[in-house]
C-alpha cells in the first residue's frame, strides 16, 4: 500500500476569519484546517505537534481504525492528550472511502477551530462520478467570537443546562460576513468591516459535487441553492440513491454529497446555510441565521438580484432527512440482532450542583488514564472479569461502559427525555438505523417486522427532542468507542458512553509505547 504523510502543527493565533478578532487556534496556521486527501487502503501518517499551552488529539471522525484503536485520537479513551510542546504519530490504514473529517478530541477544544476535512477517493467512485463534473469540499459551521474555554464555565453553572453558548455567527469555508455594528463600542471586540462571503464559480451546463460537513459545535443548518434542486447522493460516508430535494438538515458532524446541475440564467445565486436557531432555547440578537456564500456563473462579486429561496420556509424539527429517503447505493442487510441496550438520555442537576447530561444513570467525566489503557491492562492481569455482557465494574463510576466480550449484534436502543436535538455518533463502525422516531417510544411489537434488507448506516445520526433510535452494530472491532453527542458542549457535559469490543482479541494486545508514553507528562 502507498504511504501517505502528513504534518499537522497546532498553534493559537490572533485572526479575524468574520471580521472580529479573537484568539483561533489554527492547524499549519490555517483555519479551517488542510484538506486531507488519500486513497482507499492507503496507510496514513500524520504527525501531530502540539505549540499550544493545553494538552491535545487528532480524531479522525468516521474511520474503523480496525486494529488500531489507539489511533482513534480519544483522549481519556484511547490515548492521553499530546502534551504542550510534543508531537504524535497517527499511524493507520483506510479501509473505507467518503467524506470523513479530523478534529480535536480533547475537551471543547475543536469548537476554537481544530477541524479539517479527510476525503478519500476510491476505483468505487466511478459509479457515482458520471453524476458530476467537478468535486469540491464545502465546510460549514457555526462559531463564536470567544474561545470555548471562555463560555463553557457558565454553560456548565447550576440552572444552565437548557443554555447552550449561542453562536455569533455561522461560517462556510471558513468565512462570512459579520456585521461590524452589530456590537457597540465598548463590547470589547475588535471588529474589522472588511469580512467576506465564501465564492463559487461555476460554468454553466456543469454539474457540481458538494461535500458537505458540519464541523460546528451546536448548530444544525438548512442547506438549499436559491433557484436550484440538489440530489443528495452520500451521507456521512454511505453512498446513497440520488434523492431530490429543496434543502437538506445537516447536524454537527454529519456530512452530505449534495449534486446540483448549474442549469439556471448564468447569473448569481445564494448557496444557504440556514442556522436553525428553532433549535436553540433563546436568539442570539447578533446572529444572523441566514448564512450564505456567493454561486456565480459570471465569475462576479454581486449580490444576488433574483431568486427562489428554497430555505425561507423552516419548521421547527431539527431531523435528518426522512429514513424512507435514505438507501444505501450498495446493499448490505443488517444481520440478526443478538442483545438490546436500552439507554435514556437526560439533563439533571448533578452533584456539585452542576448542571450535568445523563446517560442512563452516569454523567461522563473524563479518566485520567486512558479507559483503553485500563481495560488492556485489566485483560493482561485477570480476564475472567470481563466474561459476561453487560455494564462493566472494573472502571470508576463515571465511565458507563458496556463490556461485550466477543462478536456480537447489538441494537442500542436510544431514548431522549430532553427538549433538545442530539446527534449522536459512534467512533469505529457504522451503524444501520432500524428505526426512529420525533415522539413517543419504540414499539417493540414491530421489531419482528424492521427492515433488514437495506436500511441507511451512518456515523452520526439526530435524535430530535424527547425522540427515539433504534440503531445496530456488529461489535466485531476490537476497543474502546466512544458513542455520544457530538454537541461539543453536550459531550463536555457528560454525555458520552463507551463500548468495548473484542475482549477475545484485546487480551492479545500491547499498546505501543509511544501511544503509552504520551501519559508520562511531567
Ligand atoms: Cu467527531 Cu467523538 O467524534
Known amino acids: 500500500p502507498t504511504t501517505r504523510v502528513f504534518n499537522l502543527t497546532v498553534s493559537e493565533i490572533q485572526a479575524a476569519p468574520d471580521g472580529v478578532l479573537r484568539p483561533l487556534l489554527v492547524i499549519n496556521g490555517q483555519f479551517p484546517g488542510p484538506l486531507i486527501r488519500v486513497n482507499q487502503g492507503d496507510r496514513v501518517l500524520v504527525n501531530v505537534t502540539n505549540q499550544l499551552v493545553n494538552g491535545t488529539s487528532m480524531h479522525w471522525h468516521g474511520f474503523y481504525q480496525n486494529g488500531t484503536n489507539w489511533m482513534d485520537g480519544t483522549t481519556s479513551i484511547t490515548q492521553c492528550a ?19 473529517w479530523y478534529h480535536s478530541h480533547f475537551s471543547t477544544q475543536y469548537t476554537d477551530g481544530l477541524v479539517g476535512p479527510f476525503i478519500v477517493h476510491s476505483p468505487e467512485e466511478a459509479k457515482i462520478q458520471e453524476m458530476y463534473d467537478f468535486d469540491q469540499v464545502v465546510l460549514l459551521q457555526d462559531y463564536y467570537h470567544d474561545l470555548s474555554t471562555a463560555l463553557l464555565p457558565g454553560y456548565l453553572a447550576s440552572g444552565n443546562e437548557n443554555a447552550e453558548p449561542l453562536p ?26 472588511n469580512s467576506t462571503r465564501a465564492i463559487f464559480n461555476v460554468a454553466q451546463g456543469k454539474r457540481y459535487r458538494f461535500r458537505l460537513i458540519n464541523t460546528g459545535a451546536f448548530g444544525e443548518f438548512q ?3 436559491d433557484n436550484h434542486t440538489i440530489q443528495v447522493i452520500e451521507a456521512d460516508s454511505t453512498l446513497v440513491q440520488p434523492v431530490t430535494v429543496s434543502r437538506l438538515p445537516i447536524h454537527i458532524a454529519q456530512r452530505y454529497s449534495i449534486v446540483f446541475h448549474a442549469n439556471q440564467t448564468a447569473t448569481n445565486y445564494w448557496f444557504r446555510a440556514h442556522m436553525n436557531d428553532l433549535c436553540f432555547s433563546a436568539e442570539n440578537p447578533v446572529l444572523d441565521t441566514d448564512v450564505r456564500a456567493l454561486i456565480t456563473y459570471t465569475n462576479t462579486t454581486s449580490d444576488p438580484t433574483e431568486s427562489v429561496d428554497w430555505a425561507s420556509a423552516l419548521d421547527g424539527s431539527c431531523e435528518d432527512l426522512a429514513l424512507s429517503d435514505l438507501v444505501p447505493y450498495d446493499p448490505l442487510p443488517a444481520p440478526q440482532v443478538d442483545i438490546t441496550y436500552p439507554i435514556e438520555v437526560s439533563f439533571q442537576i448533578g452533584n456539585f450542583a452542576l448542571d450535568k447530561a445523563y446517560i442512563n444513570s ?30 462493566s465494574s472494573a472502571y470508576d463510576a463515571s465511565q458507563l461502559i458496556i463490556d461485550v466480550p ?37 414499539n417493540w411489537n414491530s421489531y419482528p417486522t424492521l427492515n433488514m434488507t437495506n436500511p441507511m448506516r451512518r456515523d452520526t445520526l439526530t435524535v430530535d427532542a424527547f425522540g427515539w433510535a ?23 457535559a457528560g454525555l458520552l458512553m463507551q463500548w468495548q469490543t473484542r475482549d477475545d482479541i484485546m487480551k492479545g494486545w500491547t499498546i505501543p509505547s509511544d501511544v503509552l508514553a504520551l501519559c508520562n507528562a511531567k
Open 223 to 225: 442547506v438549499s441553492i
Open 406 to 442: 466477543t462478536y456480537k449484534v447489538i441494537d442500542i436502543l436510544i431514548n431522549s427525555l430532553d427538549e433538545g436535538a442530539h446527534p449522536f455518533h459512534l467512533h469505529g463502525h457504522q451503524f444501520w438505523i432500524m428505526a426512529s422516531g420525533a415522539h413517543g417510544d419504540f
Open 470 to 492: 433504534l440503531i445496530r452494530f456488529k461489535a466485531d472491532n476490537p476497543g474502546l468507542w466512544a458513542f455520544h453527542c457530538h454537541i461539543s458542549w453536550h459531550m463536555e
Open 168 to 193: 455569533d455567527n455561522g461560517l462556510i469555508q471558513g468565512t462570512n460576513f459579520f456585521n461590524c455594528s452589530s456590537y457597540d463600542s465598548d463590547s470589547g471586540y475588535t471588529c474589522y468591516q
Open 362 to 391: 452516569t454523567t461522563w467525566v473524563p479518566d485520567t488514564i486512558p479507559t483503553l489503557n485500563q481495560a488492556v491492562a485489566g485483560l493482561h492481569a485477570n480476564d475472567a472479569n470481563f466474561t459476561t455482557s453487560g455494564v
Open 82 to 100: 499530546i502534551p504542550p510542546g510534543e508531537s504524535f504519530l497517527y499511524n493507520f490504514t483506510v479501509e473505507q472511502f467518503g467524506t470523513y
